[in-house]
Nanobody
Framework: QGQLVESGGGLAQAGGSLRLTCAAS????????MGWFRQPPGKEREFVAG????????KYADSVKGRFTISRDNAEDTIYLQMNSLEPEDTALYYC?????????????????WGQGTQVTVSS
C-alpha cells in the first residue's frame, strides 16, 4: 500500500486557515478510499473527512462541515485537507489513511495504512 506522508500542519490563530497534504510514495491509492483523521490530546482518534476512489464522493464529520474541504489528485498521488475558520477545538494530530476499497468509511479499523501525523495547533 506504500507510505503516506503528511505535511502542512502548524500553528494558527482561531479563524485562520491551514492546508494539509498527504503524499503517497507510489501509485497505490488511485481508485481506493482515503481519509483524514485526528487525535486531540488525551482523546481517541476520530474521523474528519473521507473521499472515495470511484466517483469522488465525500463525507465530513459534523464538527468540520462547512469549514474543511477534502480533495484528491490521483495524478499526483496526493490528497489535501483545506481547513478554514479554525477553532481551538481543531487542535490535534492529523493523520491521513488509506483503505482497500473505493467507498468511504469512518472507522479507524477500516483503514490499513497511516501516515506519521502532522500537528495542528489553534490558539484562541
Amino acid at each position: 500500500q506504500g507510505q503516506l506522508v503528511e505535511s502542512g500542519g502548524g500553528l494558527a490563530q482561531a479563524g485562520g486557515s491551514l492546508r494539509l497534504t498527504c503524499a503517497a510514495s507510489r501509485r497505490s491509492f488511485s481508485g481506493n478510499g482515503m481519509g483524514w483523521f485526528r487525535q486531540p490530546p488525551g482523546k481517541e482518534r476520530e474521523f474528519v473527512a473521507g473521499i472515495s476512489g470511484s466517483n469522488g464522493s465525500i463525507k465530513y464529520a459534523d464538527s468540520v462541515k462547512g469549514r474543511f474541504t477534502i480533495s484528491r489528485d490521483n495524478a499526483e498521488d496526493t490528497i489535501y485537507l483545506q481547513m478554514n475558520s479554525l477553532e481551538p477545538e481543531d487542535t490535534a494530530l492529523y493523520y491521513c489513511a488509506f483503505r482497500w476499497g473505493y467507498d468511504i468509511k469512518t472507522t479507524v479499523s477500516s483503514y490499513i495504512a497511516w501516515g506519521q501525523g502532522t500537528q495542528v495547533t489553534v490558539s484562541s
